[in-house]
């Protein structure tokens, strides 16, 4: 899998758009999530963070794709 530049934005906690990475390739459904926040950044990094520090790291990294995305 591979991430394409920061083309693609996600809704954040308080419906903010927040940017993304654009996932291609084979990238696993199960694993989407867990990459891309592996390569976010700034106020999406920080948007991330506070999804950890509520819910866990295991509860935000089940997170659906279609959420994030």
Same mark, same amino acid.
């Given at each position: /899998?591979?991430?394409?530049? $920061?083309? $693609?934005?996600?809704?954040?906690?308080?419906? /903010?758009?927040? $940017?993304?990475?654009?996932? @291609?390739g084979?990238?696993?459904e199960?694993?989407?999530?867990?990459?891309?926040? /592996?390569? !976010?950044?700034?106020? @999406?990094?920080?948007?991330?963070?506070?999804? !950890? /520090?509520?819910?866990?790291?295991?509860?935000?990294?089940? @997170?659906?794709?279609?959420?994030?995305?």
């Amino acid at each position: /899998a591979r991430v394409d530049g $920061a083309g $693609a934005d996600g809704a954040g906690v308080s419906g /903010a758009r927040l $940017a993304v990475p654009k996932i @291609t390739g084979d990238c696993k459904e199960r694993d989407k999530v867990k990459f891309v926040t /592996a390569t !976010i950044q700034g106020r @999406t990094l920080t948007w991330w963070n506070g999804r !950890i /520090a509520s819910m866990g790291i295991d509860a935000a990294n089940g @997170t659906p794709w279609t959420e994030v995305r």
